[in-house]
């Protein structure tokens, strides 16, 4: 099996996007896999899964995969908060290793950025920690990207994490052109970045992650 942690710059930087990709290119390479969407809000009902839950369980053909949800449009811990529900890291970790156990690809998604609050005391960076998956952060590809990337990059280093690439998400398309960030993130950020382009239909996910995918699974096929 290999699981990793999926994260962002921010939100709305592309993670559901690359997320889903991957796994619609896991199940075109024939392998079981499954995306878990532990906290989300901005859901349409409480205590049902959310767009981004929902869209994870559709490209690996499972179920939807959730714990927390809330239903304002706003940070985790507020919501949370305004909700009187404590969003527990050690139970979404137990969580994760039971969903992981029979799967051959296993991706964890987060929510916002890598150091969005889960409650006054932790966050997603800590929620990251724990799981202790290499990281792949996805970075809307546009202008600010750099330092956006390289800053999440520092941040997730200064915790002793795996970060397996960096994966540019065009979020707009064109909106990375000339720009070079690819290049400019790779050389300082000292890690393997990829481009995933906007893509209009499951068909055209798959064949675009297909080679970030295979890169990922060569490159941590260790994981016990």
């Known amino acids: 099996m290999t699981s990793f942690f999926v994260t962002g710059t921010d939100t709305d930087a592309g993670k559901t996007h690359v997320s889903r990709a991957l796994l619609l290119a896991a199940r075109e390479e024939g392998l079981t896999c499954a ?6 809000s901005g859901c349409p009902r409480a205590n049902a899964p959310g767009h981004d839950a929902i869209a994870l369980s559709l490209a690996a053909g499972t179920a939807p995969l959730t ?13 949370a ?3 009187h529900v404590e969003i527990k890291i050690a139970h979404i970790r137990e969580t994760a290793q039971g ?13 916002g ?6 409650s006054r005391t932790s966050s997603i960076a800590d929620l990251a920690t724990a799981l202790a998956f290499p990281v792949l952060l996805v970075v809307a590809n546009r202008l600010g990207a750099i ?15 795996k970060i ?10 064109g909106a990375g ?3 070079e960030n690819h290049e400019t993130i790779e050389q300082f950020g000292q890690v393997p970045v990829f481009d995933l382009p906007h893509c209009n239909t499951p068909t055209q996910m798959a064949k675009a992650a297909t080679p970030i995918l295979q890169t990922i699974l060569a490159a941590n096929s260790s994981q016990p």
């Open 113 to 118: 950025g890598f150091l969005v609050p889960l």
């Open 67 to 79: 714990t927390y949800t809330f239903v304002p449009p706003i940070a985790p811990h507020i919501a």
């Open 35 to 40: 995306g878990y969407k532990p906290i989300e």
């Open 164 to 173: 397996a690439a960096i994966i540019l998400s065009e979020v707009e398309s």
């Open 147 to 161: 330092n956006h990337a390289l800053l999440s990059i520092e941040a997730a280093r200064h915790r002793s994490l």
């Open 81 to 83: 908060s305004r909700a």
């Open 99 to 111: 969903l992981n156990r029979d799967t051959e690809f296993f991706l964890v998604e987060g929510a």
């Open 177 to 179: 052109a000339g720009l």
